[in-house]
T-cell receptor
Framework: AQSVAQPEDQVNVAEGNPLTVKCTYS??????LFWYVQYPNRGLQFLLK??????LVKGSYGFEAEFNKSQTSFHLKKPSALVSDSALYFC?????????FGQGTELSVKP | ETGVTQSPTHLIKTRGQQVTLRCSSQ?????VSWYQQALGQGPQFIFQ???????GRGNFPPRFSGLQFPNYSSELNVNALELNDSALYLC??????????????FGEGSRLTVL
């Protein structure tokens, strides 16, 4: 069965510092991987996806993610964090027509 | 803004009651999926509708049911509400069943509280 895991419930970074939100996956076959962001009391917003091709995927709001097949990871990164990046981040893997989400990582960026 | 709209945004029900949640998909999208997001959890897949037919179901009991209409809008119905049905219910639309992009476009959700 397809699954993803987000090992950190919370990540704290200072504004201007680089940030990483971790995700590992377990799939049979080639993975289709996604990152979504959720602001308080809002729905999920798509950030980026990996289907095939370059291991470094660029997405919305300056975010990028690195696909690493040997480590079965798909970590979300941003070179310089903003306070407005504070939100809940979900990694997901496609399983047929549906997405399977991780538990989420709360990112807190302090000024 | 994704163009996916859900109603109502908030509602409170009591145990045993029934609820209907509604979703209008993004223009041009013919597939609608419903997810349940309990507090502190990631969204869990309930079911998906494609061209008015159920196309895949997660691990939810039959009292969770749905419909999709010819205009691709959708309803989620939950009967005999239980306390642990309290959650944010998310609707997501996409261009096609199992589309190659896999990208889903989510609405803002309906927050259901069961007392």
């Amino acid at each position: 069965a397809q699954s993803v895991a987000q090992p950190e419930d919370q990540v704290n970074v200072a504004e201007g510092n680089p940030l990483t939100v971790k995700c590992t996956y377990s799939v049979s076959g080639n993975p289709y991987l996604f990152w979504y962001v959720q602001y308080p009391n809002r729905g999920l917003q798509f950030l980026l996806k990996y289907i095939t091709g370059d291991n470094l995927v660029k997405g919305s709001y300056g975010f990028e993610a690195e696909f690493n097949k040997s480590q079965t990871s798909f970590h979300l990164k941003k070179p310089s964090a903003l306070v407005s990046d504070s939100a809940l981040y979900f990694c997901a893997v496609r399983d047929g027509g549906k997405l399977i989400f991780g538990q989420g990582t709360e990112l807190s960026v302090k000024p | 803004e994704t163009g996916v709209t859900q109603s109502p945004t908030h509602l409170i029900k009591t145990r045993g009651q029934q609820v209907t949640l509604r979703c209008s998909s993004q223009s041009g999208h013919n597939t609608v999926s419903w997810y349940q997001q309990a507090l502190g959890q990631g969204p869990q897949f309930i079911f998906q509708y494609y061209r008015e037919e159920e196309n895949g179901r997660g691990n939810f009991p039959p009292r969770f049911s749905g419909l999709q209409f010819p205009n691709y809008s959708s309803e989620l119905n939950v009967n005999a509400l239980e306390l642990n049905d309290s959650a944010l219910y998310l609707c997501a639309s996409s261009l096609a069943r199992g589309s190659d992009t896999g990208e889903l476009f989510f609405g803002e959700g309906s927050r259901l509280t069961v007392l």
